[in-house]
């Protein structure tokens, strides 16, 4: 049972390269998720996805883009990266229904570095 | 927007008990979350609180008054694998999460 996948694990990116990175659940929940982590900051949402076929913004959606197109994938873009685009960046992904705790679960993590 | 505040880092002995505090200014409210973070690992599901009052699971307990905008963490009998960030969470009038900073507990010998 692998839940959520998440790679590449690390990235050192030139700035000015587009990057995807990958995101993966197999417990064929609605709702994923795409967080950055910065010291200090705790987690930001970037952008999600309540079901396949719709995204929508979060907190810190400049910069990044998202698409849903089927259940189990949900890949984040950086179009052209910048240095205050290093972080870590945690997909989730949780049920959607009114009913249960509907937690996310969170997969391992890309540590991304932009010089 | 949303405001989460909790300590920034607790030290605490082991064996020994730690209450780590919560406060939240949300638009809307759909239940709080703690989260517990090791270092450089993913985090991972504690407890959820939607209506108030205490929730306990084995060593630990979760606290929440809505009137207050507050809720709690306890941790009682730590032991040194209790070391690690605790991330409060809440989830909004869209069922959106929004998270504090997390505050890191240190148990030491």
């Known amino acids: 049972i692998a839940g959520i996948t998440q790679a590449p694990t690390s990235q050192i990116l030139a700035a000015g390269r587009r990057m995807t990175l990958r995101c993966t659940q197999d417990?064929?929940?609605?709702?994923m998720y795409w967080y950055r982590q910065d010291l200090g900051l705790g987690l930001r949402l970037i952008h999600y996805?309540?079901?396949?076929?719709?995204?929508g913004k979060g907190e810190v959606p400049d910069g990044y883009s998202v698409s849903r197109a089927n259940t189990d994938d949900f890949p984040l873009t950086l179009a052209s990266a910048v240095p205050s685009q290093t972080s870590v960046y945690f997909c989730a992904s949780s049920d959607s229904g009114t009913g249960g705790y509907n937690e996310q679960f969170f997969g391992p993590g890309t540590r991304l570095t932009v010089l | 927007g949303q405001n989460i505040d909790q300590p920034t880092e607790m030290t605490a002995t082991e064996g020994a008990i730690v209450q780590i505090n919560c406060t939240y200014q949300?638009?809307?409210?759909?239940?709080l979350f703690w989260y517990q973070q090791h270092a450089g690992e993913a985090p991972t599901f504690l407890s959820y609180?939607?209506?108030?009052g205490l929730e306990e699971k084995g060593r630990f307990s979760s606290f929440l008054s809505r009137s207050k905008g507050y809720s709690y963490l306890l941790l009682k009998e730590l032991q040194m694998k209790d070391s690690a960030s605790y991330l409060c969470a809440v989830r909004d009038g869209d069922y959106k999460l929004s998270f504090g900073a997390g505050t890191t507990v240190t148990v030491r010998a």
């Open positions: 949300t638009s809307g409210f759909n239940g």
């Open positions: 609180n939607v209506l108030d």
């Open positions: 996805s309540n079901t396949a076929g719709t995204t």
């Open positions: 417990m064929r929940h609605n709702a």
